[in-house]
C-alpha cells in the first residue's frame, strides 16, 4: 500500500518534453542502473510498484445495507401488520421476499466491486531490469522510479517508462488511448508539453503491449502514479446514483405509507363513531392499510426486470445490474467508443490506387473474402501485372499471421491475425485474390529483411525467385517512398517516374486520406548482387506500384442502429482515442454527425472549463484524441444538462466514465475485464446494434411496470373505496380482512407477474425518451388508477348492497358476492392494462398466453375457496348461483367496458368531424 507521501509527493513532470539525458538526470540514474541503496531508498518514498484498493466494506456489512431500503422497511411494517392480525402463512411470505432481495442486492454489489481485481491483471507479473550493470528478472511489484528495464515483443509494459533506446518498438495501447493501432516508438522528445497520451510516442504505460521491436527505458511512474493507477483512482471516486426506478419506487413506497396510515385513521375513526366495535374497526383499517400497500411490489419489479434480463440474453445483451434495464429505456444520449463498437476493429483495405485508376475493395473483416472493382465492374487482379504485383509485395513483405481458428464445437470458424492489423489487412487483400504466404513463398522467396523504422517509415525485404532473380520489395509512407522513387510500374510496364506522375501519386494519396484511409505506398528494384543490400542505402531507384488505403471499417448493421435511436429521439456521440479526422469521416459515414454538428478533440477540452464544455455539449457530436479524464467530463457535462447517458467502451480508459454513467455499457468479446466489471450491461456480441435491442427492452420492461403499477393500484384502491364508502355509510363489512389479505396477496399476484412477460407495443421505439424525472404516475396513469379503482370499487359495493337489500339475513352471501366482484373486475381490468394508451380493444387478448393462464388461475382459486367444503369457514363463504353470477359478471365488466367504450367515443369524434371548435 502507497503511503500518503508516496501517492502525493510526486509533482507533474513532462517527461516525454525531455530528452533522454534530462530524463536520466531528473531521476538520477546512469545506464548502469540504480544501487539497491537507491532502490530501497525509493520503494520506501514510492511504495510497491501496485494499484491500490479503495477502503472495501465487509461481507456483512454489504448484506445489511441490502435492508436499509425505504420499501424493505414498508415490507417489515407490513410484516408486523400481519402478525398482528394473526396471519402468519402471509408474515411468512413477506419474510421471504425480503431475504430474497437482500440476497439479490447483496450477490450484484459483491460482483459489481471487481473492477480493481481486473485492473491489477493489467499488470505485468516480472520485469527486465538493469542493476548495478547486470540484468537481472524481478517481480514488476519491486520496480521503482529510475530503474532501466528492458522491453521485447510480448512484454507487457510494467509501469510508466520514458524510452531511451528502440529498435523497431511499437506497443498497442488501445485499452488506454483508444488508439486502434500499434504505435511506433520513437526517443526524441515531443516539444508539446500538453501532448495527449496517444501522442506521446517516446513513453510506453504500464498495462500496454509491445507487439513489435525491442526497446530500454527508464521508469518515471509506478503504481497509482501510472496512468493506469489515475484511472483506478478514477473508478474509485466514481459514485453510482440511482437509477431512475430505484427513485421512483422510493417516491411511490413513501406515497403508499402515508396513504395507508391515514384511510386507517380514518376508518377507525369513521366507524366508532357509527356505533362500530373499536377492535373489530382495528381490524378493518389494518386491513385496508396492507390492502394499500402492494408489498409484493419490489418482488414482481424484480421478476418483471430478470425476466426481462432473460430476453435480452437471447439478444446478446448481459445485464450485470437489473435495475440498468430500466434505465436503458429512458436513455437520452449514448456516449459510443469508435475502435471496436461502432466499427470491427479489422483493418480493411478498401481502396487500391495503380496508375491513376482507383480499385474498389469489397469484404470486411479478416476472412479473405471479396472481390476487386473498376468502375463498379469485377475484375481479375491476377490479370493486371501492377495490381498483382502490389498485393505480392503486400504480402511478401510482411511479418503478420492469417490464420483460421476454430472456436468450439458448433461454433463458427473465425479468420484471426497475429501480429500488425495493418499488415493483417494487407495478407486478407491478397487472400481475396488467391495469393497467400504459403503459396507465394514457394514462387519468391524471403532472404533478408529490412526492418520497419520509426525514422525511415519503410520495411523492405528481399526476396529471390526460383531463376535466381532478386527483388527488394518495400512498403510505407507514400511521401518517403515517393521521394527514393525513379520509375513508375503502369500497366505491366516500368516507365520513367515523372512530374505529372509524381503529382497524380500525390493527389491520390491526398484524395484518400480526406477520406480518413491509412495509406501505404509499395514499391521494388531489382537487385543483381546481395551485396547491393548491405551498402549504405539500398531503398533508392525504386519502381513505384501503387497505393492502398485502408481503415477500421464499420460494423455493417450499426448505420440502421443509429437511425433507430434517431427515430427513439436518442442522440449518438462518438467519443475515441483516434484522430480527428478519422473520427468525423467514420461520424459522417455512420450518420452521427449532421452538416452543422460539432467536432472537438482533446485539444480543445484541455482549454475549456466545465461550464463551456456543458455549453457546448449539446451541439458537439464527436469528441477524438481524448483521454480519461476527458471521458468523465464528458458524461458529466451531459448529465448537468439533464441527460440520461448511456456510455460504451471496451478500454481500460474507458471504465471511469462507464461507472460515472447512468448506464454503463462495455463489450463482451474485446472488452478489457476493468471495462466489464464497471458496466451494467455487457454486448456479448460486441455489436452497436444490440443497444437498440436493449432500448426497447428497457422501454418495454419500464411500460410493464407501469401496467401492473397501475393494475395493482387500482385494485387496491377498488378495495379501499369498497370499504371506505360502506363504513361511511354505516354498512357491514363488505370484505373480511382475510379477503383483503387474499386478494393482496394471491389474486392480484398472478396476473401482475404476468404483465411483468407482456410484449412490448409496436410503436415502442417511436416514442422519444421519457423525462427521467417524471413520476411514474405521468401521462395519465394516476388518474387511470383512481377512475378505474373507484369504478371497481362502486361496482363492489353495489353488488353487496343489492345483497343485502334482497337477503338481509345472509350477510356471508352478500359478502361473497361482494368478493367474487372485486376479484373478477380485477381480473377484467387486468387485459385493459395491457396497453399504456390505447385500451382493452387495441392488442389480441391471447397474445399473452402466460396472462391468459394468471386469469384463468385466478379463476381458479377464487373458485376454490368459494365451492370447496373445507375453506368455507375460514374465508367466510358461500356457493353462489346463477343468478348471482350472472349479476356478479355483468357489474365486473362494467368498470372496463364503460370507460373503453368512453375511449372510443372520444377517439372517434375527429374521424366523424365531431371534434370541439
Not at 480493411?348 to 472481390?371: C, N
Not at 386469469?855 to 373458485?863: A, E, W
Amino acid at each position: 500500500m502507497l503511503t500518503e507521501k508516496g501517492w502525493h509527493s510526486v509533482q507533474k513532470t513532462y517527461w516525454h518534453s525531455m530528452s533522454v539525458q534530462e530524463c536520466l538526470q531528473k531521476q538520477e540514474v546512469k545506464l548502469s542502473g540504480l544501487t539497491e541503496d537507491d532502490v530501497y531508498a525509493r520503494r520506501e518514498q514510492y511504495g510497491e510498484n501496485r494499484l491500490a484498493e479503495g477502503e472495501q466494506k465487509s461481507l456483512l456489512t454489504l448484506f445489511l445495507d441490502q435492508f436499509r431500503d425505504f420499501m424493505i422497511l414498508v415490507l417489515l411494517g407490513a410484516t408486523l401488520i400481519s402478525g398482528l392480525l394473526e396471519e402468519y402463512t402471509d408474515a411468512i411470505t413477506i419474510i421471504a421476499i425480503v431475504i430474497v432481495n437482500g440476497f439479490l442486492g447483496f450477490f450484484q454489489e459483491v460482483r459489481a466491486e471487481r473492477s480493481l481485481a481486473s485492473l491489477k491483471e493489467l499488470s505485468a507479473p516480472t520485469a527486465r531490469v538493469i542493476r548495478e550493470g547486470k540484468k537481472r528478472v524481478i517481480p514488476a511489484a519491486e520496480l521503482v522510479p529510475g530503474d532501466i528495464i528492458e522491453l521485447e515483443a510480448g512484454d507487457r509494459v510494467p509501469a510508466d517508462l520514458r524510452l531511451i533506446a528502440v529498435h523497431g518498438l511499437e506497443t498497442e495501447e488501445s485499452a488506454l488511448t483508444g488508439e486502434s493501432l500499434p504505435v511506433a516508438k520513437l526517443v526524441e522528445r515531443i516539444n508539446d508539453p500538453e501532448a495527449g497520451l496517444g501522442d506521446r510516442r517516446n513513453m510506453a504505460y504500464m498495462g500496454t503491449m509491445v507487439t513489435r521491436g525491442k526497446g530500454q527505458a527508464v521508469v518515471v511512474a509506478t503504481g497509482m502514479q501510472t496512468e493506469m493507477g489515475k484511472i483506478a483512482d478514477l473508478i474509485q471516486s466514481a459514485e453510482d446514483a440511482m437509477t431512475p426506478l430505484q427513485m421512483r419506487l422510493e417516491h411511490l413506497g413513501k406515497i403508499l405509507v402515508y396513504v395507508a396510515l391515514g384511510i386507517t385513521a380514518v376508518v377507525v375513526i369513521t366507524g366508532i363513531l357509527h356505533g362500530q366495535k373499536m377492535y373489530e374497526m382495528f381490524l378493518a383499517g389494518v386491513s385496508l392499510a396492507v390492502a394499500a400497500i402492494p408489498e409484493g411490489l419490489p418482488a414482481i419489479v424484480t421478476i418483471a426486470l430478470a425476466l426481462g434480463v432473460q430476453r435480452m440474453i437471447k439478444r446478446r445483451a448481459i445485464v450485470r445490474k437489473l435495475p440498468s434495464v430500466e434505465t436503458l429505456g429512458c436513455a437520452t444520449v449514448i456516449c459510443s467508443d469508435k475502435t471496436g463498437t461502432l466499427t470491427q476493429n479489422k483493418m480493411t483495405v478498401q481502396k487500391v490506387w495503380l496508375g491513376g485508376i482507383f480499385y474498389g475493395v469489397t469484404g470486411s473483416g479478416y476472412e479473405p473474402q471479396g472481390e476487386f472493382l473498376l468502375s463498379g465492374r469485377t475484375i481479375d487482379p491476377n490479370r493486371r501485372p501492377d495490381l498483382k504485383r502490389l498485393l505480392q509485395i503486400g504480402v511478401l513483405c510482411n511479418n503478420a499471421e492469417l490464420v483460421k481458428v476454430n472456436k468450439g464445437k458448433g461454433e463458427e470458424t473465425l479468420w484471426q491475425v497475429n501480429g500488425d492489423p495493418t499488415e493483417g489487412a494487407l495478407l486478407v487483400l491478397g487472400g481475396k485474390a488467391g495469393i497467400r504466404t504459403d503459396a507465394i513463398e514457394q514462387v519468391e522467396q524471403r532472404v533478408e529483411e529490412i526492418p520497419f523504422d520509426s525514422v525511415r517509415k519503410m520495411m523492405s525485404v528481399l526476396t529471390r525467385n526460383k531463376e535466381g532473380e532478386m527483388h527488394l520489395l518495400v512498403k510505407g509512407a507514400p511521401d518517403v517512398l515517393l521521394s527514393r522513387c525513379s520509375h513508375m510500374l503502369v500497366e505491366g510496364k516500368v516507365v520513367p517516374l515523372s512530374a505529372s506522375l509524381r503529382k497524380s501519386i500525390i493527389q491520390a494519396n491526398e484524395e484518400m486520406a480526406r477520406e480518413a484511409l491509412r495509406v501505404l505506398g509499395f514499391a521494388y528494384r531489382p537487385l543483381y548482387d546481395i551485396k547491393q543490400l548491405k551498402q549504405r542505402d539500398p531503398e533508392q531507384n525504386l519502381v513505384f506500384v501503387g497505393l492502398a488505403g485502408m481503415m477500421d471499417p464499420p460494423r455493417e448493421e450499426v448505420f440502421e442502429a443509429i437511425q433507430k435511436c434517431k427515430r427513439a429521439g436518442i442522440k449518438t456521440i462518438m467519443i475515441t482515442g483516434d484522430h480527428q479526422a478519422t473520427a468525423e469521416a467514420i461520424a459522417r459515414q455512420l450518420g452521427i454527425l449532421p452538416a452543422k454538428g460539432i467536432v472537438l478533440n482533446g485539444n480543445d477540452l484541455q482549454q475549456m472549463t466545465d461550464q463551456q464544455l456543458i455549453d457546448k455539449v449539446d451541439h458537439t457530436y464527436v469528441f477524438a484524441r481524448v483521454s480519461p479524464e476527458h471521458k468523465l467530463r464528458i458524461v458529466k457535462a451531459l448529465q448537468a444538462r439533464g441527460h440520461v447517458v448511456a456510455m460504451t467502451g471496451d478500454g481500460v480508459n474507458d471504465a471511469p466514465a462507464i461507472k460515472a454513467a447512468d448506464i454503463g455499457i462495455s463489450m463482451g468479446q474485446s472488452g478489457t475485464d476493468v471495462a466489464k466489471e464497471a458496466s451494467a450491461l455487457i454486448l456479448s456480441d460486441d455489436n452497436f446494434a444490440t443497444i437498440v435491442a436493449a432500448i426497447e427492452e428497457g422501454r418495454g420492461i419500464y411500460d410493464n411496470i407501469r401496467k401492473f403499477v397501475r393494475y395493482l393500484l387500482a385494485s387496491n384502491v377498488g378495495e379501499i373505496v369498497t370499504m371506505f364508502i360502506a363504513m361511511l355509510m354505516g354498512l357491514p363489512l363488505p370484505l373480511l380482512p382475510i379477503q383483503i389479505l387474499w386478494v393482496n396477496l394471491v389474486t392480484d399476484g398472478l396476473p401482475a407477474i404476468a404483465l411483468g412477460v407482456d410484449q412490448a407495443e409496436a410503436d415502442i421505439m417511436k416514442r422519444p425518451p421519457r423525462n427521467v424525472k417524471e413520476s411514474i404516475f405521468a401521462r395519465g396513469l394516476g388518474f387511470k388508477i383512481l377512475s378505474r379503482g373507484i369504478l371497481i370499487g362502486l361496482a363492489t359495493l353495489a353488488v353487496f348492497w343489492y345483497g343485502l337489500q334482497t337477503d338481509p339475513s345472509n350477510l356471508e352471501k352478500a359478502q361473497t358476492m361482494a368478493f367474487a366482484t372485486l376479484v373478477m373486475a380485477q381480473l377484467i381490468h387486468v387485459f385493459d392494462c395491457r396497453s399504456v394508451e390505447k385500451g382493452i380493444f387495441s392488442r389480441n387478448l391471447f397474445e399473452n398466453m402466460w396472462l391468459v393462464a394468471s386469469v384463468l388461475s385466478s379463476t381458479l382459486l377464487l373458485l376454490t375457496v368459494m365451492y370447496v367444503t373445507s375453506l368455507q369457514p375460514i374465508f367466510r363463504t358461500v356457493p353462489l348461483g346463477v343468478v348471482d353470477w350472472l349479476l356478479v359478471l355483468v357489474a365486473s365488466a362494467i368498470p372496463t367496458f364503460a370507460l373503453a367504450a368512453r375511449r372510443a367515443t372520444r377517439q372517434a369524434k375527429p374521424r366523424l368531424g365531431l371534434s370541439r371548435r
